[in-house]
């Protein structure tokens, strides 16, 4: 049976819409641009996300940082079967059976590319689930769920490709990653409306125009909305995880339950550095449908954290012999 079962969704720019007349109207938007716009992002999960404390290593670029802060996007959807079911907790666990999908690179990665293999990645997915409640199947606990995840790289394409439609169809499919459907939605909706619009917009002043192209007032809704266009256009990595009804898999029907996907900007990281801590933080969210997408500051390594070894005995060496003492004259 083929696993391959974790498809991304079809691109909103394959979605008609009726264009709205952004342009009308220009006094009443233009007062409100000042209002829209918050300076940082925030998380609606507070305490999940490292307080944004200014530290001086903030300045150094990522990669000269020995650990770095980065934002991490986390998305849950849940399907109308998922909706249904008895909400999962530790005190109420449900069973599942995980199933990897594979390692997947989209748009122009760079040579060299390295990432974890599905083993070392399993512990850790596995730990994360437990938070909200998830425990693998046991002899005695028959699988509900199957777990399905898949991890890579989304990266920009040739910004010189002649076809525009495919570079936008890049930056759609990776908004589905960072923000989840409906955000992908609204920032399809925004990049039709600006090309049925460019042949007038053109003729604006450049000041103008800032203030009348769609994608820009959609960077100006809020300041969590701006940091998640902004993300569409960096090169990222990510991890889906999805659960179906393990009985309808096994009847050879797909039930989607709940789909769960996090991402992280790969500028200046490696996967090895940033794929345990997406993982670790998106445990709370596994399963646990979110208003839109979170955003998590967080450490690639937690402060205080302590790697401990298996402990060895080790024998004291044997006491050098001492030298017989001087004979007093």
Same mark, same amino acid.
């Given at each position: 049976?083929?696993?391959? =079962?974790?498809?991304?969704?079809?691109?909103?720019?394959?979605?008609?819409?009726?264009?709205?007349?952004?342009?009308?109207?220009?006094?009443?938007?233009?007062?409100?641009?000042?209002?829209?716009?918050?300076?940082?992002? !925030?998380?609606?999960?507070?305490?999940?996300? *490292?307080?944004?404390?200014?530290?001086?290593?903030?300045?150094?670029?990522?990669?000269?940082?020995?650990?770095?802060?980065?934002?991490?996007?986390?998305?849950?959807?849940?399907? *109308?079967?998922?909706?249904?079911?008895?909400?999962?907790?530790?005190?109420?666990?449900?069973?599942?059976?995980?199933?990897?999908?594979?390692?997947?690179?989209?748009?122009?990665?760079?040579?060299?590319?390295?990432?974890?293999?599905?083993?070392?990645?399993?512990?850790?997915?596995?730990?994360?689930?437990?938070?909200?409640?998830?425990?693998?199947?046991?002899?005695?606990?028959?699988?509900?769920?199957?777990?399905?995840?898949?991890?890579?790289?989304?990266?920009?394409?040739?910004?010189?490709?002649?076809?525009?439609?495919?570079?936008?169809?890049?930056?759609?499919?990776?908004?589905?990653?960072?923000?989840?459907?409906?955000?992908?939605?609204?920032?399809?909706?925004?990049?039709?409306?600006?090309?049925?619009?460019?042949? =007038?917009?053109?003729?604006?002043?450049?000041?103008?125009?800032?203030?009348?192209?769609?994608?820009?007032?959609?960077? +100006?809704?809020?300041?969590?909305?701006?940091?998640?266009?902004? %993300?569409?256009?960096?090169?990222?990595?990510? =991890?889906?995880?999805?659960?179906?009804?393990?009985?309808?898999?096994? *009847?050879? %029907?797909?039930?989607?339950?709940?789909?769960?996907?996090?991402?992280?900007?790969?500028?200046?990281?490696?996967?090895?550095?940033?794929?345990? !801590? +997406?993982?670790?933080?998106?445990?709370?969210?596994?399963?646990? *449908?979110?208003?839109?997408?979170?955003?998590?500051?967080?450490?690639?390594?937690?402060?205080?954290?302590?790697?401990?070894?298996?402990?060895?005995?080790?024998?004291?060496?044997?006491?050098?012999?001492?030298?017989?003492?001087?004979?007093?004259?």
């Amino acid at each position: 049976m083929n696993l391959e =079962i974790i498809q991304a969704a079809p691109s909103p720019l394959l979605f008609s819409a009726r264009p709205r007349i952004w342009w009308a109207g220009l006094a009443v938007i233009m007062p409100a641009v000042a209002i829209a716009v918050s300076p940082s992002p !925030t998380s609606s999960a507070a305490t999940d996300s *490292e307080p944004e404390k200014f530290e001086w290593s903030d300045l150094l670029p990522t990669a000269w940082q020995e650990n770095p802060r980065l934002h991490f996007t986390v998305t849950t959807e849940l399907s *109308e079967a998922g909706k249904k079911l008895p909400e999962v907790t530790p005190e109420h666990p449900a069973y599942f059976q995980l199933r990897v999908s594979g390692y997947r690179e989209v748009g122009d990665t760079p040579a060299g590319e390295k990432t974890l293999k599905a083993e070392e990645i399993e512990p850790t997915l596995v730990r994360a689930l437990a938070t909200s409640g998830y425990q693998p199947a046991k002899p005695d606990r028959a699988p509900s769920l199957l777990v399905t995840y898949r991890w890579g790289t989304h990266n920009l394409i040739d910004p010189d490709n002649p076809d525009r439609s495919q570079a936008v169809r890049n930056i759609l499919d990776r908004a589905l990653l960072v923000g989840g459907e409906k955000f992908a939605g609204d920032l399809g909706a925004a990049y039709r409306e600006a090309a049925v619009f460019a042949p =007038i917009s053109k003729n604006l002043p450049p000041e103008v125009r800032e203030f009348t192209d769609p994608i820009n007032l959609l960077k +100006m809704r809020d300041s969590k909305t701006r940091f998640l266009v902004e %993300r569409t256009t960096d090169d990222i990595y990510f =991890i889906v995880a999805a659960a179906y009804d393990y009985k309808a898999f096994m *009847e050879h %029907r797909l039930v989607l339950l709940w789909r769960t996907r996090v991402t992280v900007t790969s500028q200046g990281v490696t996967q090895g550095q940033t794929l345990p !801590t +997406m993982i670790a933080t998106a445990g709370p969210f596994f399963g646990k *449908e979110t208003d839109g997408a979170e955003i998590i500051g967080r450490h690639t390594i937690p402060r205080g954290h302590v790697e401990i070894g298996t402990p060895t005995v080790v024998k004291p060496a044997d006491a050098p012999a001492q030298a017989p003492a001087e004979k007093a004259k």
